[in-house]
C-alpha cells in the first residue's frame, strides 16, 4: 500500500487549477503532520503547472522544468535574473542578476516581443517564458481564470519546441476545467501541436493559427459529446415521447417489447 | 480548523472525480477513524454482480452491502452468501420486501424506456418511522471514438402520515457521468465529474388496503426519479457541454482581442448616439 507520504503528495499533485490552497488546508487538517514533508510535491506540481510568481518589479515569471538552474533557483529570460522560489507558497526571493549564455540569446528576444504580443491577442490574462534547451527554445504559456465564488476554476497551458536547426516545432495544449457547485466536474485535454516555421513572427503566427484550431475543434467536440455519448446514455425522454405513467406500470411489464425489447 | 471529515468531503470535491475512488481509500488509509461516515456518504462509480439464482445483474452500493457480500434485489439473497443468521437481520421482509419487489419491476420498465439497455436495482430498508431506500441506474456506452458512463444514486427517505393518507418524500440523487472522446482533432478530451441534488416533497397516497398503499409508494417514488433525472440531464447538459465551453472561452477567444475591442467601442457609440 501506499505510504502516507506518497498519499498526501499525490492530493497535491492533482490540485485542480487555482485550488492549491484549498487542498492544502484539508490535507493539514486531515492529517498535520505529514505537512512538513511536502516540498518535493510542490515543486512538482508548481512546474508542472507552470505556476506563477511574482518578482519584486511586479512582473511575473513562471515556475516550469525548463527555467530551473537548482532545487529551488530558477530564471527569468526577459528580465535576466535569477531567484529563489518557495515552493509552498509560491513567492519568489533572493533576485540576482543573470544573463543567459546563449548562442540563442536574439531569437529568444524576438520570440518573447513576438509571443507576447500574440498572446494579449487572444489571451485575457497569461504569463509566457522563453528559455533555451540544447538546440531548441522552449516557448511556453499559462493562462488562469480562476471565479472560486462561482465554483470554477480554468487553466490553458502551451508548451512548445522550436528546433533551430530543423526550423520545426512540436509541443502540446493542455486544458484543465474545474466546476464544483454541488458536485465535482473537471474536463481535461491533450492536444499535440506539430508545425514548421522559421523566424520569431512566422512561428508565433503559425503557434496562434494551431491553436484557433484546436479550440474550434474542441467547440466542435463538445457538441459531438453531447449528441453522442451523452444521448446515447439516457434519454431526454421515452421514445414514446411521453413521461412514464407509473400508475399503469405493471400493464406496461405485459407489453415486453417497449424500449429496446431486451429478453429479460 | 476545519472538522477532519467535511475537510476529507471538501478534498473529493476538489481532487480529479475521475479518480474518486482511489483519493477515497488513500483519505481513509490516512484517516481509517473516517471510514465508515467517508463510506455512507460518499457516491462512488456502481459495480454490479451478476445473481446466481435469477441470472440477472444487479448493482452494488453501501446499501446492499455486508462486508464483501451484497444483495440481489431479485433473490433477496446475498451474494456471495453470508452466514444464515446474520442474514436473517439483514434481508428485508414483509411490507418492505413487497414494495422493492414491486419498486424494481416499475424501475426495471423505467429503465428499458430510458436508458435502453443499462442494469437498475432498488434497495429498501425499513426505519423507525417508514422507510428508506435506493434507485440505482448504471449505464456505459463506447461509439464513436467516445466512451461514457452513467452512474445514478437516488438515496430516499420515506416518512408516511399517521392518516396514512400522505407522506414526505426526501430525495438526495447523485448522478456520476464520465465522458471522454480521443480523435484526431483533439487527441483526448475528457470530462468527468458527479453533481448532487436534493429535493422533498409532499405526496398523497391512494387507496385503504396495504396493497394499494404500498403501490401508491412506488408510484410517488418513481415519478420523483424520473422528475429528478431529467432536471439532472439538463443540468449536467449545462455543465458538460455549456460552462467547461465557457471557460475555454473565457481563457482564450478565438477572436483577436483588438478586434473584440474594437467591436465594443463602435458598439458603444452607437448606444451613446442614440442615448443623444
Redesign the interface.
Known amino acids: 500500500?501506499?505510504s502516507?507520504q506518497s498519499?498526501?503528495a499525490?492530493?497535491i499533485e492533482?490540485?485542480?487549477p487555482g485550488?492549491l490552497s484549498?487542498?492544502l488546508?484539508?490535507?493539514?487538517?486531515?492529517?498535520p503532520k505529514?505537512i512538513q514533508s511536502l516540498g518535493s510535491a510542490f515543486k512538482k506540481y508548481n512546474e508542472a503547472q507552470y505556476a506563477i510568481v511574482k518578482l519584486k518589479s511586479g512582473e511575473a515569471s513562471l515556475i516550469t522544468p525548463y527555467n530551473s538552474i537548482s532545487e529551488d533557483k530558477y530564471y527569468d529570460t526577459a528580465h535576466s535574473i535569477s531567484f529563489r522560489v518557495d515552493h509552498t507558497s509560491q513567492s519568489a526571493s533572493d533576485e540576482e542578476q543573470h544573463t543567459i549564455e546563449s548562442p540563442h540569446a536574439g531569437t529568444i528576444r524576438s520570440l518573447h516581443k513576438s509571443f507576447a504580443a500574440a498572446s494579449?491577442?487572444?489571451?485575457?490574462s497569461s504569463t509566457i517564458g522563453i528559455f533555451p534547451s540544447d538546440n531548441s527554445i522552449a516557448i511556453l504559456l499559462v493562462?488562469?481564470?480562476y471565479s472560486p465564488q462561482n465554483f470554477?476554476n480554468?487553466?490553458?497551458r502551451s508548451t512548445y519546441h522550436l528546433n533551430l536547426s530543423s526550423n520545426s516545432v512540436t509541443g502540446s495544449i493542455k486544458?484543465d476545467?474545474?466546476?464544483?457547485e454541488?458536485?465535482?466536474?473537471?474536463?481535461?485535454?491533450?492536444?499535440?501541436v506539430e508545425l514548421s516555421s522559421s523566424g520569431a513572427d512566422a512561428v508565433v503566427r503559425e503557434i496562434a493559427k494551431a491553436?484557433?484550431k484546436?479550440?474550434?475543434?474542441?467547440?466542435?467536440?463538445?457538441?459531438?459529446?453531447?449528441e453522442?455519448?451523452?444521448k446515447?446514455?439516457?434519454?431526454?425522454l421515452?421514445?414514446?415521447r411521453q413521461?412514464?405513467e407509473?400508475?399503469k406500470?405493471?400493464g406496461?411489464?405485459l407489453g415486453q417489447d417497449?424500449?429496446?425489447g431486451?429478453s429479460? | 480548523m476545519a472538522d477532519p471529515f467535511d475537510a476529507a468531503l471538501d478534498l473529493l470535491r476538489r481532487l480529479p472525480p475521475s479518480s474518486t475512488q482511489q483519493n477515497l481509500n488513500g483519505i481513509i488509509s490516512l484517516r481509517p477513524d473516517l471510514e465508515e461516515d467517508l463510506l455512507s456518504s460518499v457516491d462512488v462509480a456502481l459495480t454490479s454482480k451478476r445473481c446466481p439464482k435469477s441470472g440477472r445483474d444487479f448493482l452494488c452500493c453501501d446499501y446492499n452491502r455486508d462486508g464483501s457480500s451484497y444483495r440481489s434485489p431479485w433473490s433477496n439473497q446475498f451474494e456471495p452468501p453470508i452466514d444464515p443468521e446474520d442474514a436473517a437481520d439483514l434481508i428485508p421482509g414483509g411490507r418492505v420486501r413487497r414494495m422493492e419487489v414491486a419498486l424494481n419491476s416499475a424501475v426495471d420498465v423505467y429503465r428499458e424506456l430510458y436508458y435502453e439497455g443499462g442494469t437498475s436495482s432498488a434497495y429498501l430498508w425499513a426505519l423507525e418511522e417508514g422507510f428508506a431506500g435506493v434507485v440505482l441506474f448504471k449505464k456505459t456506452s463506447s461509439a464513436g471514438g467516445g466512451k461514457g458512463s452513467w452512474d445514478s444514486i437516488h438515496v430516499l427517505e420515506v416518512t408516511e402520515a399517521t392518516s396514512k393518507r400522505s407522506a414526505h418524500y426526501k430525495l438526495t440523487s447523485t448522478v456520476i457521468l464520465d465522458l471522454g472522446l480521443s480523435s484526431a482533432a483533439v487527441d483526448s478530451l475528457d470530462l468527468a465529474g458527479n453533481l448532487t441534488r436534493q429535493t422533498q416533497s409532499d405526496n398523497p397516497l391512494s387507496g385503504l388496503r396495504d396493497s394499494e398503499i404500498e403501490q401508491s409508494h412506488v408510484v410517488n417514488i418513481g415519478r420523483m426519479v424520473e422528475d429528478m433525472e431529467t432536471r439532472m440531464r439538463n443540468l449536467l447538459q449545462e455543465v458538460y457541454f455549456g460552462k467547461a465551453k465557457d471557460v475555454v472561452g473565457d481563457l482564450r477567444s478565438i477572436q483577436p482581442l483588438s478586434e473584440v475591442g474594437r467591436e465594443r467601442d463602435a458598439h458603444r457609440e452607437v448606444i451613446n448616439k442614440m442615448g443623444r
Do not use: C
Open positions: 500500500m501506499a502516507k498519499t498526501v499525490s492530493f492533482s490540485a485542480p485550488e484549498n487542498v488546508a484539508d490535507v493539514k487538517s486531515l492529517v505529514e494579449a491577442e487572444h489571451f485575457p493562462a488562469n481564470k470554477w480554468g487553466r490553458w486544458v476545467v474545474h466546476y464544483y454541488d458536485g465535482n466536474v473537471r474536463m481535461t485535454t491533450s492536444k499535440k491553436e484557433n484546436y479550440q474550434e475543434e474542441l467547440n466542435r467536440a463538445f457538441t459531438t459529446l453531447a453522442g455519448s451523452f446515447g446514455l439516457r434519454r431526454q421515452p421514445v414514446t413521461r412514464v407509473w400508475e406500470i405493471g406496461y411489464r417497449i424500449g429496446g431486451r429479460k
